[in-house]
């Protein structure tokens, strides 16, 4: 089946979320941040509603480059994001921001709140900046910054970027979304090399060195480690080596030299076909993950399973009860 063969039907679109479909597919600000409040609601009418939209909006998405831009704190990641994204409208581009942060355990929003940290690109009527709650719906994270990225390409942005707070699971997720992903460092941050995970460097498409005019010694000694460090892992294309740039957000130098990077990237990738596999198999995990979320959340809601939870808990708790025996009982009542 292709995308635009999808079984929601636009035409159960209502006259609402028609002309919410029409206000993003035309580009209009306004109608795309409502679009994204909508797929961010856990409201059972307001999903089904999502669903819809994004079935209409679906036939003009997948036309963005899609970059995942991570690092560890202070590294400079909205200094960056703001740079690079003030340059790339200069070049006749329009981007979009979608930052996932952390969920406020209070009102479940977001808490950073990334447009006070970029102030000159949220002027600019060609950007669109989004902070995106990390918590509080089916699929957490994956789900509303894929589908908000989604929206995003339907309402004709050409560079989509997906900033995390730090290096954690976050980054794994935002991998596992975007077409190149982007790891920035400090150049004071050689001997903390050990310390960030290797599934972290695995998944890195380029290294950036930013705030490169601190200390230019340390820049090329920290860039040659991550070089080597590189060099001693099977990359994870057979058309793609991860390079290490060095550069300063701040002073706007090295920005035209990140971007040919990425456009390096879709040029090696591209012609070989791996780019459209890739987001082809990160479309079927996208959708494994929401049926594995779906079971989870059907399973605890199902009323034998909600009556006999606390009993077995309590028993695997003193002993009495195996883990395993609680757990297939409890996964029996989904049977009947």
Not at 63 to 78: C, E, F, L, T
Not at 158 to 168: N, P
Request: proline letters at 4%; hydrophobic letters at 45%.
């Amino acid at each position: 089946m292709k995308l635009d063969e999808a079984p929601v039907k636009a035409n159960l679109l209502s006259d609402a979320d028609r002309q919410l479909v029409d206000g993003v597919s035309q580009g209009q600000r306004r109608a795309l941040a409502k679009a994204i409040t909508l797929i961010e609601s856990t409201r059972a009418d307001h999903q089904q509603r999502a669903q819809q939209v994004l079935t209409a909006l679906l036939p003009k998405t997948g036309n963005a480059i899609r970059v995942g831009i991570s690092g560890v704190p202070g590294a400079g990641k909205s200094t960056f994001i703001e740079a690079l994204g003030v340059w790339l409208i200069e070049q006749g581009k329009k981007l979009a921001v979608l930052a996932v942060d952390p969920s406020s355990s209070v009102s479940g929003g977001s808490i950073l709140g990334d447009k006070t940290r970029m102030e000159l690109l949220s002027q600019r009527e060609e950007a669109f900046i989004r902070p995106s709650p990390s918590a509080g719906s089916l699929g957490g994270v994956a789900e509303k910054t894929r589908e908000a990225m989604l929206l995003c390409e339907a309402a004709g942005y050409d560079v989509i970027i997906i900033e995390t707070v730090g290096v954690g699971q976050s980054e794994t997720t935002v991998a596992g979304m975007v077409d190149m992903f982007c790891l920035l460092q400090l150049p004071n941050a050689g001997d903390d090399l050990q310390a960030i995970k290797k599934g972290i460097v695995e998944i890195a498409d380029m290294v950036v060195i930013n705030k490169a005019d601190i200390d230019k010694q340390a820049t090329a000694v920290v860039r040659a480690q991550w070089r080597n460090a590189l060099h001693m892992l099977r990359p994870a294309s057979p058309n793609w080596a991860p390079p290490v740039i060095a550069l300063s957000a701040l002073h706007k130098q090295g920005i035209a030299e990140f971007w040919a990077e990425v456009e390096k990237f879709q040029a090696a990738l591209k012609p070989t076909g791996e780019f459209d596999a890739k987001r082809q198999h990160q479309s079927l995990a996208w959708m494994w993950q929401l049926i594995d979320a779906g079971l989870r959340q059907h399973f605890r809601n199902h009323p034998r399973v909600q009556e006999n939870l606390p009993a077995l808990t309590r028993s695997v708790e003193s002993g009495h009860t195996t883990p395993a025996a609680a757990a297939y009982a409890l996964l029996d009542y989904l049977k009947h």
